[in-house]
């Protein structure tokens, strides 16, 4: 098959937020779907790697901001450049808080849902969580941002190299010739899949 | 909570399709994510009423082709505002076939990919299919059709109606002025959250 044909599916981008005892937390995910409206259900695959993904897999609740076209990449690099493992993301910045105590972010953003989980499916490298719709409020009137137009207009264009692969979520740049087939994004944990040649 | 949050989710449309002893058959269906790349997964919901949906149960094989913007009106009211279980959606449409013997969709698509289904999880109104992609192949170079594109560039207007509401995936109007909560669109099975007033 060509596996080219994956990158024809349409998304949205999202910061995926969740709190635990001891700190905040978001990454950014581009899997959500409204699964059923009576009543309103929703899933989301979740890399494991991800410090968010285990907060979500012990306090089984989450928020999603949903990006606009608004966003800068400065978002993309805050939630999805580096690692909640190793940085407070949610240190002073600016961002709301959900009936659940989770943050959502308030600027680049056309609203946010919250989430309670109510079961998950262990898919090998993510886990795809379902989980009810407990709140969700427009925070603006801005058109959602696609990975389509990320990609055409927000994702600052890679510095040029002769040779190496670039991710197509976040920019990283793997600067060798040949990209092994379980590499994994370091800074947004995607794999080898959602790499291009530079 | 502000239900109409959710339609700022993006999507894709897709033309989901199957075939059993008797024949084939196709729905849309806008619910299709990549959920692990390695290996390739993705997950699809599904209305239990859509013939479609009972094919796949019971075959556990289906393809997704992947609308591109150029696909007319025709094709969203082939597929969606008529039903398998009256019509023979392929009898004489032009449609390639996959290796897994499922047709697709060439004209109005950029792509299709094959699943194997793996497991499946109840939803209640839908059915989620978690599966395999065993093949997929690019049919043309335009770009994905968004749900957002389809709603300002494809559909065509509703007359225009004093009251009533319409399904804002495939255009039918529901003549009277309240909605029931639980009202399904008869024509593509979306719940009444997919309703807009006139």
Known sequence: MDNSVMFKISYGLYVLTARDDEKANGCIIN????????????????????????????????????????????????????????????????AGTGKNGVPYIKKGTNGFLSGDVISSVDLGT????????????????????????????IKEAPQKKSKGWVCRICGYIYENENLPPDFICPICKHGAADFERL
């Open 31 to 94: 899997t959500l779907q409204q699964v059923t409206a009576t009543p309103n259900k929703v899933t989301i695959a979740v890399n494991k790697t991800n410090l968010t993904h285990d907060m979500i897999m012990t306090t089984k609740k989450f928020n999603i901001s949903i990006l606009s076209e608004k966003a800068t990449f400065d978002i993309f690099k805050h939630f999805g450049f580096q690692s909640g493992k190793n940085v407070d993301k949610f240190d002073g910045y600016p």
């Open 126 to 153: 993510h886990t795809l969580f379902l989980a009810n719709v407990t709140d969700g409020e427009n925070l603006s009137n801005d058109n959602s941002v696609t990975y389509d137009y990320y990609q055409k207009h």
